[in-house]
């Protein structure tokens, strides 16, 4: 299994802010995954992040909205920016292990945007 | 495309019942498939793979590719099964070498002493 941290565990801002939630794992991994959870929603897959090369973002996701950084093998981050309501959401960071397809999972950054 | 469809939102069941779980995908390739659970206050972690035929606390879950269908069984509920079940369907885009998982809805199972 791998041991995944992400901060914040969840936060409260404001419209038109910007934030910025961090993924550490426990060891290297190459691909790093970034969803999100709206409520009442499945887990919608927004960019893969592997280092070394730009993120691979899904439809209807944009690097400007939500830019990733992949220093390297054991740590991403995602920036969700200039926040609206409709952000508020549970982000998760996941890490692919082996060739298997298992996926493990952050515990989540639940925002809320006011 | 990939996709995968839970149908049922919630599915409540009594202690020591059957439970079936429904998914259903759609897939051009042959696919990979998994269940997902989510227990109170926990992450999001694997239950069961289908290229594993293995059984996970009891559930199992047969791929049906005629029917396209990959539901999760238990012939009998606990109490501690109560948790959001995820099927999930994997896939390697072509030529990307890239990799997505794609979530259905997700059920909640309540299970009912």
């Known amino acids: 299994s791998a041991v995944i941290s992400q901060k914040p565990s969840r936060d409260i801002c404001q419209r038109g802010t910007s934030l910025t939630i961090q993924c550490q794992v426990d060891?290297?991994?190459?691909?790093m995954f970034w969803y999100r959870q709206q409520p009442g929603q499945s887990l919608t897959l927004i960019a893969t992040a592997n280092q070394g090369s730009e993120a691979t973002y899904e439809s209807g996701f944009v690097i400007d909205k939500f830019p990733i950084s992949r220093p390297n093998l054991t740590f991403s981050t995602l920036t969700v920016s200039n926040m609206s309501p409709e952000d508020s959401s549970i982000y998760l960071c996941?890490?692919?292990?082996?060739?298997?397809?298992?996926?493990?999972f952050g515990e989540g950054s639940r925002l809320t945007v006011l | 495309a990939q996709r995968v469809t839970q149908p049922e939102k919630l599915l409540s069941v009594f202690k020591g019942a059957p439970v079936e779980l429904k998914c259903n995908y759609s897939?051009?390739?042959?696919?990979?498939l998994f269940w997902y659970v989510q227990y109170s206050r926990q992450r999001l972690q694997l239950l069961l793979r289908h290229i594993s035929r293995e059984s996970i606390k009891g559930f199992t879950a047969d791929l049906n590719k005629g029917e396209t269908s990959f539901h999760l069984k238990k012939p009998f509920a606990q109490e501690e099964d109560s948790a959001m079940y995820y099927c999930a369907l994997s896939g390697r885009r072509s030529g990307a070498g890239s990799y997505q998982l794609t979530f259905g809805k997700g059920t909640k199972l309540s299970v009912i002493p």
């Open positions: 897939y051009s390739g042959s696919p990979e």
């Open positions: 060891s290297q991994v190459t691909m």
């Open positions: 996941s890490v692919l292990r082996g060739v298997t397809g298992e996926l493990f």
